[in-house]
Each structure stands twice: as C-alpha cells, then as structure tokens.
T-cell receptor
Framework: GAVVSQHPSWVICKSGTSVKIECRSL??????MFWYRQFPKQSLMLMAT?????????EQGVEKDKFLINHASLTLSTLTVTSAHPEDSSFYIC????????????FGPGTRLTVL | GNSVTQMEGPVTLSEEAFLTINCTYT??????LFWYVQYPGEGLQLLLK?????DKGSNKGFEATYRKETTSFHLEKGSVQVSDSAVYFC????????????FGTGTLLAVQP
C-alpha cells in the first residue's frame, strides 16, 4: 500500500517551454502532497506543500509563478515548470501523506528534468 | 531551529560487514524520526521509523532506536549486502499542521562483494 507514482520519469525540453509533472497516489487518497527538488549528490529541498482544493504553500525563495502547483483531486497533484531554463534542470520528487499516518510521507520515484 | 546531522560518506564496506550510520537531531518537543533509502536514479523509500523515545524501528534487517537522551537515531545492520548500496537519509517530522520533513544530508553506502 501507499504507492505514489510520477509521470514522466524523465523529460528533456527546450529552454522557454513549459513542462508538467504529475504525481499520483495509486491506492490511497492524499489530501496533502509535497514537491521536492534534489540536486546531484545533495539532499532534498522542499519546494511547496500542496493541499487538495486550495492553493499551494511555497517555501521561501521558491517562485510560485514559475513552479505552478495544482492539486485538483485527492489522488493527483501537478507541478508545471513554466518557461524552463537550464538552471531548472533537476530531479523533482513528490510525496504524499495518507490519512492513517499523518507524519509519514510516501515518495514517488522522481522525475529527471533536463532543459537544453 | 530543528535540524538533522548525519555522518558524512561515502561509507564503503565489504559484504557481510556491520553497518552503522550515525544520525543526531536538534528539535524541540518530540518529533517522529525516519530513515529513508534512495537507490540510484529512484525516489525515496521509507525504510523505518520511530515515533517516540525508546521506540525501535526495524525493516529488512535494518534497525534504529529513538534515543531522546542522546538525541540520536543511528541506523544499524548486522550484515550488509551489495544490494544495500544506496543513499540513506535520516529525517524528522512533527506531523500535524506543519508536517514538514527535515532531512539530513544523506550518507552514501557502497558495499563491495
């Protein structure tokens, strides 16, 4: 149980284009999902907390207009990187909370974004 | 503020060796403590957790004990395998309204045959 998927697993795009990454909870409903960014050989940096039906809460220093988050249903949150630039290249990972274990986050497999 | 400190890697061991990865934390109150594992090119998997002092989390031969007196949550395994090679992250979380995971920097474990 508590399986989280991400799509796509990797994406390559041109500078200036937008990319959407999906995060789905497959066997549970997730009222809260999180988006992280991970640079090579580094720890995870929390970007934002996504609550179903409401606006995401962004961490300090994260541009909300650049990283658009939508949590339209209890099983899906999306992260859209708008007008992507090479410095946005990174590994993006989402996680979700289950209602039964509100302190434990279950992580997706991650999405590797490369902006040319 | 709240923080998690892990021993720096990489940790290189031979197969069947004993593993310890140290983790200490700074926090007010009583957070839950976690170990996550990340295999190359993948997301994080929950390895084990402990929610209160003296609790021992265990999974797949790994274990860690929540030590409030030393603010530690060291990860141990009696006999490592090549397949255990990965990055291990220690983390804490208060849950509730804030519910943010605070991660250590991660420790790379390389197990050689």
């Amino acid at each position: 149980g508590a399986v989280v998927s991400q799509h796509p697993s990797w994406v390559i795009c041109k500078s200036g284009t937008s990319v959407k990454i999906e995060c789905r909870s497959l066997d549970f409903q997730a009222t809260t999902m999180f988006w992280y960014r991970q640079f090579p050989k580094q720890s995870l940096m929390l970007m934002a907390t996504s609550n179903e039906g409401s606006k995401a809460t962004y961490e300090q220093g994260v541009e909300k207009d650049k990283f658009l988050i939508n949590h339209a249903s209890l099983t899906l949150s999306t992260l859209t990187v708008t007008s992507a630039h090479p410095e946005d290249s990174s590994f993006y990972i989402c996680s979700a909370l289950t209602s039964s274990s509100t302190d434990t986050q279950y992580f997706g497999p991650g999405t590797r974004l490369t902006v040319l | 503020g709240n923080s998690v400190t892990q021993m720096e890697g990489p940790v290189t061991l031979s197969e069947e060796a004993f593993l310890t990865i140290n983790c200490t934390y700074t926090a007010t109150g009583y957070p839950s403590l976690f170990w996550y594992v990340q295999y190359p090119g993948e997301g994080l998997q929950l390895l084990l957790k402990a929610t209160k002092a003296d609790d021992k989390g265990s999974n797949k031969g790994f274990e860690a004990t929540y030590r409030k007196e030393t603010t530690s949550f060291h990860l141990e395994k009696g006999s490592v395998q090549v397949s255990d090679s990965a990055v291990y992250f220690c983390a804490l979380n208060y849950g509730g309204a804030t519910n943010k995971l605070i991660f250590g920097t991660g420790t790379l474990l390389a197990v050689q045959p």
